[in-house]
């Protein structure tokens, strides 16, 4: 059985040039690596775009944008996309991070697409990335919500939690992906052109807080 696919993402264009520069190139390849991969329809969702970035993005094949927000913040931006998703036509949705690099080969993609179409109305981490790879059916995330944490306050990681709802709730439908060469290999939190992360952010302690809100979860 084939599944309605629709690879969703968040993209955010700091004020900085550099910084800018950097993410909007990132986002330009990674969808053309979507388009070799997967083949698939890709929205995203932006925020602080130019007129002309926003052109640029649109003449990419199978892409589609939303309206150009101003900042939402991680957890915002994640909470706008959930309900973009769930509003459209699509059976299940493919989360990838606008620095996402990813690295395989077709054949790697094609087995995790047919993982996918083997487990109707389940999702799955992919390789312990949290939200990178990471997919999910229409139903469960329509039934499951971000928390409202916000990693740009320093608080803890909302995608972790995320998780750990979905496996609270629809645990007996999480479904492991075949191991393949395909992989995410961008450097998350600690990366250079982090949009929010610098040297001063408290890491260990916000994984800390985050794994402690993970058990509140489970207990409620």
């Not at 094949?61 to 309206?67: C, E, H, L, Q």
Request: proline share 4%; glycine share 4%; net charge negative.
């Amino acid at each position: 059985m084939r599944l309605s696919k629709l690879i969703a993402i968040v993209s955010y264009l700091p004020d900085d040039t550099t910084i800018r520069t950097n993410r909007f190139n990132k986002l330009i390849a990674l969808i053309d690596r979507c388009n070799e991969l997967f083949n698939l329809p890709i929205y995203i969702l932006i925020q602080n775009y130019t007129d002309a970035e926003i052109e640029i993005v649109k003449s990419k094949k199978n892409v589609k944008v939303s309206a150009n927000y101003p900042r939402l913040g991680i957890t915002g931006a994640r909470k706008q996309l959930r309900v973009d998703c769930i509003s459209s036509s699509y059976d299940y949705f493919i989360m990838l991070d606008d620095d996402s690099e990813l690295e395989g080969e077709k054949h790697d993609a094609d087995k995790y697409l047919e993982d996918i179409d083997d487990h109707p109305g389940c999702f799955a981490n992919f390789k312990n990335r949290q939200l990178k790879l990471f997919a999910i059916c229409k139903e469960i995330f329509t039934a499951v919500e971000y928390a409202d944490i916000n990693p740009e306050d320093g608080i803890g990681f909302e995608d972790t939690v995320f998780i750990a709802r979905c496996d609270k709730y629809f645990g007996e439908r999480r479904f492991r992906f075949r191991d393949s060469k395909l992989r995410d290999a961008c450097l998350g939190a600690k990366d250079s052109d982090s949009t929010w992360w610098t040297p001063a952010v408290p890491l260990p302690d916000m994984l800390k807080r985050t794994r402690a809100m993970v058990e509140e979860e489970k207990a409620k």
